[in-house]
């Protein structure tokens, strides 16, 4: 997974579900510190990741320096040799995912060897593990944000629709 905005619960808690199946999973997030333009505190990403990371998925976030990390992914690659990406407009957040906004997103389905399916993987590989020696991305503890308030204000948030995610 790679995504600017994920909040959407329903989905965080298949993530959660999935590492306890011993699913292998990655999670590369925005740090919801700018957007376009403007400062930001961290929600809602920084909550979710607490929730992830203490749930033992593997999290690290995009190391941006006033750009976003605007990619939304979901990659599935499974045992016998097919692959799946999810790959769009869509934030993974109730707004985006309940259709209350209007989204573009696309899934191919393919052989992990597929050119598409190659490339997407290759380019989640490079930021995950800081290829040619450039810093894409960063561990949970950059970012780590365990604020009780903070996390009950990003719970209120995407229950109520009263976001701008």
Known sequence: VEVFYLSHRPLIEALIDAQQRGVALR??????????????????NRQVAWDLHRAGVPLRWCN?????????????????????????????????????????????????DHPPMAQARE??????????????SLPYEAFADHNIGRYGIYRVMEATGLSTF
């Open 123 to 136: 380019a989640f590989e490079r930021l995950w593990n800081n290829a040619d020696g450039i810093e894409y």
């Open 64 to 112: 941006t320096s006033g750009e976003q990390c605007h990619r939304k992914w979901l990659r599935l690659d499974r045992a016998d040799g097919s692959s799946e990406l999810i790959s769009g407009s869509a934030n993974f957040t109730r707004r985006n995912l309940d259709n209350l906004n209007l989204e573009t997103d696309v899934q191919l389905a393919a052989n992990h």
């Open 27 to 44: 999670v590369l997030l925005d740090p919801n510190r700018d957007a376009f333009g403007r400062e930001k505190n961290g929600i809602p």
